[in-house]
Antibody, heavy 118, light 110 residues
Framework: EVQLVESGGGLVKPGGSLRLSCAAS????????MNWVRQAPGKGLEWVSS????????YYADSVKGRFTISRDNAKNSLYLQMNSLRAEDTAVYYC???????????WGQGTLVTVSS | QSVLTQPPSVSAAPGQKVTISCSGS????????VSWYQQLPGTAPKLLIY???KRPSGIPDRFSGSKSGTSATLGITGLQTGDEADYYC???????????FGGGTKLTVL
């Protein structure tokens, strides 16, 4: 079964840092691009970042560029999101999702909640 | 404000049909594939439609997708109460070099 499991969320103060992880199983992780997508409470989906299978291509949403860093470890079947200089508006459930070549996400993890508050 | 425009809400009776629109531009929908996601309350999004009109295995044929120009449409027939959810369209935007989503449409089955 293809599965993605996020971890690392929690409560952090404005200006703080957090590292999210996504553990993948059930497929050849090193063959797929991966993404982070977030959803603020009561709001819609917002794409955050993507990374190609070999980490050669990396993209960020303007809202997180310069503050967030996506990375992956294919040997550990894991995806990461290092989040620095966190702001209240970064409060959201963060989902990792496998990206398919014609630009769609399947599957999605269950999400991990990040709350930025003093 | 989302790059793709969806109606905030739609509603219909059980057994009826509903359509959800998604409007974009030549830099996104007009030149890229569209996907649709269903998000049931309290759960993660789930892929419903990819490549404009293809259904993943396990998705019933009550769900359909289409695209024309810079707009896409999700259709749901034989509505069931279990279809009550938020629905999102998504695609790649070549000008932004970013994946973009619609603002989401809440479906109510009356």
């Amino acid at each position: 079964e293809v599965q993605l499991v996020e971890s690392g969320g929690g409560l952090v103060k404005p200006g703080g840092s957090l590292r999210l992880s996504c553990a993948a199983s059930g497929f050849t992780f090193s063959s797929y691009s991966m993404n982070w997508v977030r959803q603020a409470p009561g709001k819609g989906l917002e794409w955050v970042s993507s990374i190609s299978s070999s980490s050669s291509y990396i993209y960020y949403a303007d809202s997180v560029k310069g503050r967030f860093t996506i990375s992956r470890d294919n040997a550990k079947n894991s995806l990461y999101l290092q989040m620095n200089s966190l702001r209240a508006e970064d409060t959201a459930v963060y989902y990792c999702a496998r990206w398919r070549s014609s630009s769609y996400f399947d599957p999605w993890g269950q999400g991990t909640l990040v709350t930025v508050s003093s | 404000q989302s790059v793709l425009t969806q109606p905030p809400s739609v509603s219909a009776a059980p057994g009826q049909k509903v359509t959800i629109s998604c409007s974009g531009s030549s830099s996104n929908i007009g030149n890229n594939y569209v996907s649709w996601y269903q998000q049931l309350p309290g759960t993660a999004p789930k892929l419903l439609i990819y490549d404009n009109n293809k259904r993943p295995s396990g998705i019933p044929d009550r769900f359909s997708g289409s695209k024309s120009g810079t707009s896409a449409t999700l259709g749901i027939t034989g509505l069931q109460t279990g279809d009550e959810a938020d629905y999102y369209c998504g695609t790649w935007d070549s000008s932004l070099s970013a994946e973009v989503f619609g603002g989401g449409t809440k479906l109510t089955v009356l």
